[in-house]
């Protein structure tokens, strides 16, 4: 059981059985769960989707860490999950990880526009150059990673809070 305790150190996340998802990972590599004050994003690993919940619901029972969730099933069960843990590990960290940065940005500004009243948008690999160093709404640093811009004004995606153009998302007249 040991590797889990050192894989998922290594790869800066958290890997845990929630009862109502299943087997989840918590992402710190993601920029929206530096800290996990406020809302921070979830994967789920049975679809590979993201769903977001409070830093504070963080807790036992409602999560628990994959080493604790095998020594409180069934021992003849342990086994058979234990090898399910590990391959949806490797293949997070192998695989998914890197595919998951469109979804990623794609989930965080939709949740950033359904706020401001806007209606869901697409985002596209950035196509001009212009980076910004901050992000206006949540002041957080612009990461070179993840460079998508919103399909409708065209501004580049905070990472972070997935905020697009300051002054609302309207498209933008060339
Ligand atoms: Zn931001
Ligand atoms: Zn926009």
């Known amino acids: 059981m040991d590797y889990f305790y050192s894989k998922t150190q290594d790869n800066d996340l958290w890997l845990g059985f929630k009862p109502q998802y299943g087997w989840v990972i918590y992402d710190r ?5 530096k800290s996990a004050h406020g809302e921070v994003y979830w994967i789920k690993c049975s679809d590979w989707t993201f769903f ?3 830093g504070s619901n963080w807790n036992y029972p409602e999560y628990s860490f994959v080493v604790t969730y095998l020594k409180d099933i069934e021992t ?3 086994k058979e999950n234990e090898e399910k843990a590990l391959s949806i590990l490797d293949e ?4 998914k990880r890197n595919e ?3 979804k990623y940005i794609e989930t965080i500004h ?3 526009l359904e706020k401001k009243g806007f209606s869901p948008r697409s985002v596209l690999k950035a196509t001009r150059g212009r980076r910004e160093s901050g992000c206006w709404e949540c002041k957080n640093t612009v990461d070179n990673k993840y ?3 919103c399909s409708t004004c065209r501004w580049i995606i905070c990472s972070s809070c997935g905020a697009c153009k300051q002054f609302g998302c309207i498209e933008r007249k060339n």
């Open 92 to 95: 997070y960290i192998n695989k």
């Open 52 to 54: 977001k919940d409070k």
């Open 29 to 33: 590599k993601l920029p929206s769960n």
């Open 147 to 149: 460079d998508y811009e």
């Open 110 to 112: 939709n949740n950033y």
């Open 100 to 102: 998951m940065d469109l």
């Open 76 to 78: 003849n069960q342990q």
